[in-house]
């Protein structure tokens, strides 16, 4: 394995290079770096709050005031979709980040104990496979019942599997290498190994992994809120605005269009990064375009 | 089987791990009187140890006993077995559409040289990987049910009483699971195709003179779809998953509703059998496709 394409710097490089050579990857920053504009500056960028009601405008189309109407209640889509996509990134960062956080450790470890240790981890992680993830997820969220901490959690712990299984290959690889050996023998200690070896050889397929984990988790996310196993009320959340909106489909489609193209946006943004990553990281693959 | 086994401990814990007590949701406002609550406790098992619950609970269901609903105090088997066909049918069906619109596209897209398929791939890739499926599924009622009126919300009808109108009525719902599932099959389908493609076989074939039909459904089909086999094992996984919110979002009455309403009614048994049964059905899919494989592909041996 070519050490520059796997190092975190490597990681940068073929991020730029990605951006640069790849349509696809350029589309997908642009996209995510509107979507996070728009929600880190939604105080400064529209006049309502989420949460302002105004009962003789309810369920608008869109116009010149409510640019992409009102809900039931007379409150600003914009606004809300604005502050619910604020929501929906916390969560999924967070949880996406705690389950590259938990499952890399334990596959670094699982791959750096090797033998009996090795085994009965990766066959726990199986164990966790068994259960579709959709599933587990409901089934903790519903367990932990604290909105935005118990989705974070929820999501966090379905996806550790994954980032175990990602980084357990290419530690296993490391492992064998002749530096680790010398390191050994030099008489580093097993920890300072890891990091100063290991973790720099695993962190550029586990970085791709994130970005790919993102889309889906922010699909998870969205499906556990709309079940009202997320974010309670009054933290906007795009998943509950879509299941408040099904019930005035007759009267308006806005509430469940715009939160839906606001959810779609950002996964869309995910995907294509993602995908344009992998392609740059790993020229084998290719996603969506030629194969 | 022995992943079944702890899996099943996973699932008893989960069930037990869920917030308040089952004796008291049980009896509702009559919890206040101690005495009855400490006999309502006996009658669920909740004062023996927790593994003589498992025991206990576990032996039940390998007799088909899977306890009762702490709502209407009914036994659960009779409630899932009504349920259950419409959470596998509505996956099944799913399966079946996604392979129908991946299969062709992926492989063709391949083997001819088409900006239109080409175009055709980029599109599924997109549209399913990045919508929701719950989403679109409410798109489409307001399309096709609200504007159009084509698929009317009605009622479903069970399988076995009226199968032509049960087809008719979940094929929105199975479209929409299916979607998400067609571009990961569509990827695969088409990737696998690029390589077999480049195989000696398939140069042979068009070298001794074969026609280009000839050649794509007698060695290239064969050969590239076989690694999709093994994708459906762990596509499953996200169908089962997947149709607990699809039923919610068309008012299914399948398992994964009354699993979902089970986690707002506090009603513990009902939702830790439905996740026992759901996934059991997805280790089960897994070993049928696991013997397919070998049967399909004599290169594998399974020890």
């Known amino acids: 394995m070519n050490s520059d394409r796997t190092s975190i710097s490597g990681y940068f490089q073929a991020g730029r290079r990605t951006l640069v050579k790849n349509k696809k990857g350029l589309v997908g920053f642009i996209l995510l770096l509107l979507v996070v504009i728009g929600a880190v500056f939604a105080p400064f960028l529209t006049p309502y709050q989420p949460t302002e009601m105004n009962v003789l405008d309810k369920l608008k189309g869109p116009s010149f005031q409510h640019l992409l109407g009102t809900d039931r209640f007379g409150r600003d889509l914009l606004t809300r979709i604005l502050y619910g996509i604020r929501t929906t990134l916390r969560i999924s960062a967070s949880s996406v980040l705690l389950s590259a956080l938990v499952g890399s450790f334990i596959g670094i470890l699982a791959a750096y104990s090797g033998g009996g240790i090795d085994t009965l981890i990766m066959r726990g992680m199986d164990i966790l496979f068994a259960i579709p993830i959709l599933l587990l997820a409901i089934a903790i969220a519903a367990i932990v019942k604290s909105g935005t901490l118990g989705a974070i959690l929820a999501i966090g712990i379905v996806y550790v599997p994954i980032f175990a299984r990602i980084s357990r290959g290419p530690t296993l690889a490391v492992k064998e290498q002749s530096y680790i050996e010398a390191a050994n023998a030099t008489g580093q200690g097993s920890l300072s190994i890891i990091y100063r070896h290991v973790v720099p050889n695993v962190s550029a397929p586990i970085f791709v992994q994130i970005t790919i984990n993102l889309a889906t988790a922010i699909i998870v996310e969205s499906s556990l809120s709309f079940l009202g196993l997320g974010p309670t009320p009054p933290t906007p959340s795009l998943g509950v605005m879509i299941s408040n909106g099904r019930n005035y489909l007759r009267l308006s489609p806005w509430p469940i269009l715009v939160p839906g193209l606001g959810i779609s946006t950002i996964i869309l943004g995910f995907n294509l990064l993602g995908d344009a990553l992998r392609e740059t990281i790993d020229p084998k693959f290719k996603g969506t375009r030629t194969g | ?303």
């Open chain 2, 1 to 303: 089987m022995p992943i079944l086994l702890v899996a099943s401990i996973i699932v008893f814990i989960i069930g037990h791990s869920m917030p308040g007590d089952p004796a008291s949701i049980m009896l509702g406002t009559e919890a206040a009187d101690p005495e009855k609550l400490e006999s309502a406790r006996r009658q669920l098992g909740l004062d023996e140890p927790l593994a003589i619950q498992y025991f206990n609970w576990i032996t039940g269901v390998v007799k088909g006993n899977l306890g009762v609903s702490l709502r209407t105090e009914k036994p659960i088997a009779k409630l899932i077995l009504n349920r259950f066909p419409y959470t596998i049918e509505l996956a099944i069906y799913a399966l079946v559409i996604s392979l129908i619109i991946a299969v062709p596209i992926g492989t063709l897209s391949a083997a001819l040289d088409s900006r239109f398929l080409e175009w055709l791939v980029q599109l599924i890739m997109l549209a399913g990987m990045s919508i929701p499926a719950f989403w679109s599924g409410i798109v489409a009622i307001l399309f096709f049910s609200v504007y159009l009126d084509v698929f009317p919300l009605v009622n479903f009808p069970h399988i076995w009483q009226a199968p032509g109108a049960n087809l008719y009525s979940l094929f929105l719902p199975a479209l929409v699971l299916a979607i998400p599932n067609a571009a990961v099959f569509t990827r695969m389908a088409r990737s696998s195709s690029l390589e077999t493609l480049e195989e000696d076989y398939i140069r042979t074939a068009r070298s001794k003179g074969l026609s280009e039909t000839r050649v794509l459904f007698k060695h290239l089909f064969k050969n590239a779809l076989i690694p999709l086999v093994t994708l459906i094992g762990i596509r499953m996984g996200y169908l089962l998953g997947g149709s607990v919110i699809i039923e919610q979002v068309f008012s299914i009455p399948g398992l994964g509703r009354l699993g979902v309403q089970a986690i707002f009614q506090r009603d513990y048994p009902v939702f830790q059998s439905m996740v026992l049964i759901i996934t059991t059905s997805f280790v089960i899919v897994n070993l049928i496709v696991d013997i397919l494989y070998a049967y399909i592909d004599p290169r594998i041996r399974y020890s």
